[in-house]
């Protein structure tokens, strides 16, 4: 079946620090992939998606590249801000079932 | 546009009480879904609706139902509350179930079940 493994958390930071955020995924067929964001106290919000292999999703400075070849959706930050802190999740829809399958998160924490 | 839209945003319930958690959306979206949110295991699909008339369960649909009540609504019901159905419930909302569709998100049900 279909599986999202992100990193555990939380992922601590200072302001203007590098962010990667790990995963990997299994899947049949040729999903697509996504990055959600959840800020406190609200609901997710799509960050970025690819939907074929080597696409680049960005979007507020973030971005992570579709890797066939690694089962790989990286987010990537080159200079996080205390406004960034929140979690985040990484999810793929993939054929057989058009559900969103999600990993369990992860928590980014941003300090001045 | 308000997007989707949840009621109650919290509430405290008693062991074996009931009630129904109301989710609407105003983008004229074909599908609807209900996730429940838990510390460490992230989302995880109750049940959804691929088009009004329609409903499916999901992976943890056991103790819950759901009524798609029309196009713009979509609702859940406990019918006897158990603790282990303390959690943030989240519904949302998509053009159609396909695999590059973005899912609308509402804010989030937050229920402490006693």
Redesign the interface.
């Known amino acids: 079946g279909n599986s999202v493994t992100q990193m555990e958390g939380p992922v601590t930071l200072s302001e203007e620090a590098f962010l990667t955020i790990n995963c990997t995924y299994t899947a049949t067929g040729y999903p697509s992939l996504f990055w959600y964001v959840q800020y406190p106290g609200e609901g997710l919000q799509l960050l970025l998606k690819a939907t074929k292999a080597d696409d680049k999703g960005s979007n507020k400075g973030f971005e992570a590249t579709y890797r066939k070849e690694t089962t790989s959706f990286h987010l990537e930050k080159g200079s996080v801000q205390v406004s960034d802190s929140a979690v985040y999740f990484c999810a793929l829809g993939s054929g057989g079932s058009y559900i969103p399958t999600f990993g369990r998160g992860t928590s980014l924490i941003v300090h001045p | 546009n308000a997007g ?1 839209t949840q009621t109650p945003k919290f509430q405290v319930l008693k062991t074996g009480q009931s009630m129904t958690l109301q989710c609407a959306q105003d983008m004229n979206h074909n599908s609807m ?1 209900w996730y429940r949110q838990d510390p ?4 995880r ?1 109750i049940y ?1 609706s ?1 088009s009004e008339g329609t409903t499916d369960k ?1 992976e943890v649909p056991n103790g819950y139902n759901v009524s798609r009540l029309n196009k713009r609504e979509f609702s859940l019901r406990l019918e006897s509350a158990a603790p282990s159905q303390t959690s943030v419930y ?1 519904c ?1 909302s998509s053009e159609k ?12 049900t937050r229920l402490l079940v006693l």
């Open positions: 989707v879904y460490g295991m992230g989302l699909l959804y691929a999901g989240f949302a179930t396909s695999l590059q569709e973005t899912q609308y998100f509402g804010p989030g």
